[in-house]
Nanobody, 118 residues
Framework: QVQLVESGGGLVQAGGSLRLSCAAS????????MGWFRQTPGKEREFVAR????????YYADSVRGRFTISRDIAKNTVYLQMNSLKPEDTALYYC???????????WGQGTQVTVSS
């Protein structure tokens, strides 16, 4: 079993920055990629960003491209999401996810709350 633990959420003013971390642990972990998703009450969970584990290729939602940066530390089995120029509409519960192949995400963290005040 793989466990994903997020950290780094909090309350920040609009225009500010936060960095989220997601540490993977458990049995031998070999990911195809890891990603970040977010969800607000009453809405579907939406894709934010993902990174391939071997090559480090990154993908972003249009709403965050240019403001957010995803990265990974292979030695630490950790993925990061640097969020800059935050907007109130970025307020959400942010989830980390991982998958061993390019199919559905198998593993999810418990989520970390990000709140951006105007």
């Amino acid at each position: 079993q793989v466990q994903l633990v997020e950290s780094g959420g909090g309350l920040v003013q609009a225009g500010g920055s936060l960095r989220l971390s997601c540490a993977a642990s458990g049995r031998t972990f070999r990911a195809f990629d890891m990603g970040w998703f977010r969800q607000t009450p009453g809405k579907e969970r939406e894709f934010v960003a993902r990174i391939t584990w071997s090559g480090g290729t990154t993908y972003y939602a249009d709403s965050v491209r240019g403001r957010f940066t995803i990265s990974r530390d292979i030695a630490k089995n950790t993925v990061y999401l640097q969020m800059n120029s935050l907007k109130p509409e970025d307020t959400a519960l942010y989830y980390c996810a991982a998958r061993p192949a390019p199919t559905n995400y198998d593993y999810w963290g418990q989520g970390t709350q990000v709140t951006v005040s105007s």
